[in-house]
Each structure stands twice: as C-alpha cells, then as structure tokens.
C-alpha cells in the first residue's frame, strides 16, 4: 500500500513565522501535490511537483512556496505565517505525469496561526 | 476551468439505509476519483473510475463520461459510513491535478 506520511497532525504558529509542513512518501511517485481545505470551500491545489526541484503554481499559491530536492520529500513553506492560512494541509503523491494514476493522501496537518 | 458539483450536500440515513450521491462536472475529463474524508480528517481513495461501473463491498461507483456525471451508491449503510464524500476529477492536458466538488457530509445514524 502506498504511504504518505505528513510529519505533523496539529500544528500551532504565530503571526509571521516561517512554517514547514513536510510530506513524504514510499512508493516512488514522481508527482506529488500540496492542498488545503476549508469549509465552505473544498480541496484546493496549492502547488504540485512533477519532479525533483520542479514545481508548478496550483489555484491558490500565494503566500506559499515549495521544495523538492529529493523524490521522496515535498515541503510546503509558508513564508510568513498570516492567520488566514489557518487551515487543514494535506498532501497526495501519485505516479507518472498524465498516466491517469490515482491520487494517495495523507492524513493532513491541521494548522492553526495565532 | 472545470466545475464540479455534487449532491447532496448534506445527507442523514438511519443504518441500513441506501443511498446514492452524484457528482456532476462541466467538461470532459481523463480521470475521476471518489474519496471518503472520515470524522478524524483522514482522505480515503474509494473509486477511481474515469468511466464504467466498479464495485468494493457495498460500495460501488458509476461514471458517465459522455453525460459529464458520476455517480456513488451505498448500500446498508453502517454508522462508520459517516463523514464527507468527494468527487474529484482530471481534466485533459491538466498533467494529473484535481479538480474537487464541494462535497456530501453524510451522517448515518444508529
């Protein structure tokens, strides 16, 4: 079974701070993705990575960055926390660009931002 | 871009009930996938299914590529079946991003 692994399930920041949510996975999956969830709003893409150090900009990617120097491991940074990036993280792996593979999540990272 | 709409948005059935969610969207796609998000936040795949019919246990899924709609059927529903269902599809050329619905928080009570 395919394992995606977010290192925090809560996680508690003030104004300001520069935040790291890590996201790793185990099944060699070349795309892996950064959303967030809000009520009223749904799942919206952040960014994605199709490859180590490749990233592309998603729905909403203001206000955050990204990094991926190793396959495995897809970093959302928030560069200066705000409290309306308070919010619920979750991170999805899958394999091969346009392979039609399905999306695996993992069980996400509630941010609150103080 | 696309649009995905699902309903209902809210649904409560007392166990053992049936029931059926749809999910509807505004353009063609490569890929559609139904997940299961429980009380706790975790997202479950349940179906990936870009057309046909497939079915897992009680559940099972039916995409209508032509028609633009998928739809999700629960069968004797369980009290473990509560928590919010997604649709989330793939566009063509979108290089595997998802698009989601808005969701159909289900509650299914004893």
């Known amino acids: 079974d395919v394992k995606v692994t977010q290192s925090s399930r809560y996680l508690v920041k003030r104004t300001g701070e520069k935040v790291f949510l890590e996201c790793v996975q185990d099944?060699?999956?070349?795309?892996m993705f950064w959303y967030r969830q809000d009520p009223g709003l749904g799942l919206r893409l952040i960014y994605f990575?199709?490859?180590?150090?490749?990233?592309e900009k998603g729905d909403i990617p203001e206000g955050y960055s990204v990094s991926r120097e190793k396959k495995e491991r897809f970093s959302l940074i928030l560069e200066s926390a705000s409290t309306n990036q308070t919010s619920m993280y979750l991170c999805?792996?899958?394999?091969?660009?346009?392979?039609?593979?399905?999306?695996?999540f993992g069980d996400g990272t509630r941010l609150s931002i103080l | 871009g696309i649009q995905v709409e699902q309903s209902p948005p809210d649904l409560i059935l007392q166990e053992g009930a049936n029931s059926t969610l749809r999910c509807n969207f505004s353009?063609?796609?490569?890929?559609l996938q139904w997940f299961h998000q429980n009380p706790w936040g975790q997202l479950i795949n349940l179906f990936y299914?870009?057309?046909g019919t497939k079915q897992n246990g009680r559940l099972s899924a039916t995409t209508v590529a032509t028609e633009r709609y998928s739809l999700l059927y629960i069968s004797s529903s369980q009290t473990t079946d509560s928590g919010v269902y997604f649709c989330?599809?793939?566009?063509?050329?979108?290089?595997?991003?998802?698009?989601f619905g808005g969701g159909t928080r289900l509650m299914v009570k004893p």
């Open positions: 353009d063609s796609v490569n890929n």
């Open positions: 999805a792996s899958s394999l091969l660009l346009n392979s039609n593979q399905p999306q695996h």
């Open positions: 299914i870009p057309s």
């Open positions: 099944m060699d999956h070349e795309n």
């Open positions: 989330a599809v793939e566009q063509n050329n979108a290089g595997n991003m998802l698009t």
């Open positions: 990575s199709y490859d180590v150090k490749m990233k």
